[in-house]
């Protein structure tokens, strides 16, 4: 079992050192993310690796793995949601350095000395998130038919009146 990761990292000085970090943070300590579980919820899992590239950046190359407890759409009953990114960080101190950073590598902020972990975890699970949580089996709702309505009433047309006075009006 990982243990759990410090409280905050200094990135650019594990880069300096080549470290190399595993652990777990809860992710009901999350605090953007905590009003979104539909439960209580375990620990996100994450692999960091900190090096200097080619070019000089101090990079932070990771992987953020966890199940979620998100509420289903459909049916308001909670639905695991598995996240299992990457990601690519270069600590940059300006504005200047950030804009120079190759494609597909994104900027974490190294004007202060230490990064929340935590912070940056969750920025990670939020990202892999999806867009609306749903069970995979669109039958979890069960009054989904019954709220959609049944029979003639749910095949009728809304617009049918003003196609029957459409109708009407082309013959005269």
């Known amino acids: 079992m990982r243990a759990d990761l410090p409280?905050?990292?200094e990135p650019a000085?594990?880069?300096e050192q080549g470290a190399r970090?595993?652990?777990r943070v809860a992710l009901g300590g999350m605090e953007r993310l905590?009003?979104?579980?539909?439960a209580e919820a375990g620990d996100a899992e994450v692999e960091m690796v900190f090096a200097i590239d080619g070019r000089g950046l101090r990079t932070v190359h990771g992987r953020v793995?966890?199940?979620?407890?998100?509420?289903?759409?459909?049916?308001?009953?909670?639905?695991a949601c598995a996240v299992d990114c990457d990601f690519h960080l270069a600590v940059v101190a300006s504005d200047t350095e950030e804009r120079r950073?190759?494609?597909?590598?994104?900027?974490l902020d190294g004007r202060d000395a230490s990064v929340a972990t935590a912070a940056l975890v969750e920025d990670e699970v939020l990202l892999g998130l999806p867009?609306?949580?749903?069970?995979?089996?669109?039958?979890?709702?069960?009054?989904l038919e019954r709220w959609q309505g049944e029979g003639k009433a749910a095949a009728e047309n809304p617009f049918g009146v003003l196609k029957e006075w459409q109708d009407k009006r082309g013959r005269n």
């Not at 905590?34 to 539909?38: H, Q, V």
């Not at 609306?132 to 009054?143: I, K, Q, S």
């Open 131 to 143: 867009l609306v949580a749903l069970h995979p089996d669109p039958a979890c709702n069960d009054d």
């Open 21 to 23: 970090i595993e652990g």
């Open 34 to 38: 905590a009003p979104l579980l539909a």
């Open 65 to 79: 793995r966890a199940t979620v407890p998100l509420t289903c759409q459909r049916c308001l009953k909670p639905v």
């Open 7 to 9: 409280d905050r990292i």
């Open 13 to 15: 000085r594990l880069a």
């Open 101 to 107: 950073l190759p494609e597909g590598i994104e900027p």
